[in-house]
């Protein structure tokens, strides 16, 4: 993984700088809504409250969230740039390789044409936002989760128990899932070299036992992922739960007040998002960390290292 993101910052050092301080903007603005939500429920309960404070919650409410958007909005564009140029950077390369011949030897059409196609652009999307998505949703959970424990500890240590048991159900899953990935690639890359051979009847079996074993692959990736997300909801179902409940029970002994509990759940539901965005990034990181591996070694001149 180290050597993937190394390669990533050595073609695009500059224009990442950017995208990490578009990130960490956007996660600093992202417990500021939860703060406005439990002012204007504490507000309503407020026998001296008055509808032009309302109103200026609601108004600063807004524009955060529009702050946050339209710096999102931002980060998106650059870095799908920036993800669309690495992958004509690598698809270059590739074709050069194939041109000029890796080791004396000329690499077979077919895999040219998958690692050109599929292998390239989804290593290449992955680069461009390589760097600022993780810090997006890294911060942010520290941002929310911080805020909950500052007005609730109880409630904080709820919020961070949800995470670290997830982290570590995906982490083992996902070792399994890159085997059956890289073993994926291999086969479809045999399998259009034999397509785009000169006798394709000869080969004929051969090409359809190897879709049956992509299938194969593909069914326990499925198992594995599916089995995965059904053990990750159920925890953030406990984690609400728990939440509710313990928050109820405080409320009721007049330690919390509703709108606390109310920003909690909330906050919950802000976590669930980046929480599972770094599931899926890990995922991501994983898969791509093979692929970059696959690629890198139609790259590669003997005795000469990575291209």
């Given at each position: 993984?180290?050597?993937?993101?190394?390669?990533?910052?050595?073609?695009?050092?500059?224009?990442?700088?950017?995208?990490?301080?578009?990130?960490?903007?956007?996660?600093?603005?992202?417990?500021?809504?939860?703060?406005?939500?439990?002012?204007?429920?504490?507000?309503?309960?407020?026998?001296?409250?008055?509808?032009?404070?309302?109103?200026?919650?609601?108004?600063?409410?807004?524009?955060?969230?529009?702050?946050?958007?339209?710096?999102?909005?931002?980060?998106?564009?650059?870095?799908?740039?920036?993800?669309?140029?690495?992958?004509?950077?690598?698809?270059?390369?590739?074709?050069?390789?194939?041109?000029?011949?890796?080791?004396?030897?000329?690499?077979?059409?077919?895999?040219?044409?998958?690692?050109?196609?599929?292998?390239?652009?989804?290593?290449?999307?992955?680069?461009?936002?390589?760097?600022?998505?993780?810090?997006?949703?890294?911060?942010?959970?520290?941002?929310?989760?911080?805020?909950?424990?500052?007005?609730?500890?109880?409630?904080?240590?709820?919020?961070?128990?949800?995470?670290?048991?997830?982290l570590a159900l995906v982490y083992l899953s996902q070792r399994k899932v890159n085997a059956l990935l890289a073993r994926r690639v291999r086969i479809?890359?045999?399998?259009?070299?034999?397509?785009?051979?000169?006798?394709?009847?000869?080969?004929?079996?051969?090409?359809?036992?190897?879709?049956?074993?992509?299938?194969?692959?593909?069914?326990?990736?499925?198992?594995?992922?599916?089995?995965?997300?059904?053990?990750?909801?159920?925890?953030?179902?406990?984690?609400?739960?728990?939440?509710?409940?313990?928050?109820?029970?405080?409320?009721?002994?007049?330690?919390?007040?509703?709108?606390?509990?109310?920003?909690?759940?909330?906050?919950?539901?802000?976590?669930?998002?980046?929480?599972?965005?770094?599931?899926?990034?890990?995922?991501?990181?994983?898969?791509?960390?093979?692929?970059?591996?696959?690629?890198?070694?139609?790259?590669?001149?003997?005795?000469?290292?990575?291209?």
């Open positions: 993984m180290f050597q993937l993101y190394a390669v990533i910052w050595q073609a695009s050092g500059r224009r990442q700088i950017v995208l990490i301080f578009l990130s960490a903007a956007i996660a600093a603005l992202a417990a500021v809504p939860l703060e406005f939500q439990k002012r204007i429920v504490n507000l309503l309960g407020d026998p001296n409250a008055s509808w032009q404070k309302l109103i200026l919650l609601g108004t600063g409410m807004m524009a955060a969230i529009l702050l946050s958007l339209g710096l999102k909005w931002l980060m998106g564009y650059r870095s799908g740039l920036l993800g669309e140029d690495l992958i004509r950077l690598i698809r270059a390369r590739l074709v050069r390789a194939a041109a000029h011949g890796t080791g004396g030897e000329r690499m077979p059409a077919g895999t040219l044409a998958t690692a050109v196609t599929a292998e390239a652009e989804e290593v290449g999307k992955f680069a461009g936002s390589a760097f600022s998505n993780p810090v997006v949703q890294i911060g942010t959970l520290v941002s929310v989760v911080g805020y909950i424990a500052s007005n609730q500890p109880a409630l904080g240590l709820v919020a961070l128990a949800m995470i670290m048991p997830q479809l890359r045999r399998a259009t070299n034999r397509i785009t051979g000169d006798d394709m009847r000869k080969l004929e079996d051969e090409v359809m036992a190897d879709f049956d074993r992509i299938f194969q692959a593909r069914r326990v990736m499925f198992l594995w992922k599916l089995s995965t997300k059904f053990l990750l909801s159920a925890i953030n179902g406990a984690g609400t739960v728990a939440v509710l409940t313990l928050g109820g029970w405080m409320v009721l002994n007049r330690t919390t007040d509703v709108g606390t509990v109310v920003a909690a759940v909330s906050g919950l539901s802000r976590i669930q998002g980046p929480s599972a965005f770094l599931i899926a990034f890990y995922r991501q990181v994983s898969a791509n960390r093979v692929k970059f591996e696959l690629l890198r070694d139609l790259l590669v001149e003997p005795g000469r290292g990575a291209a």
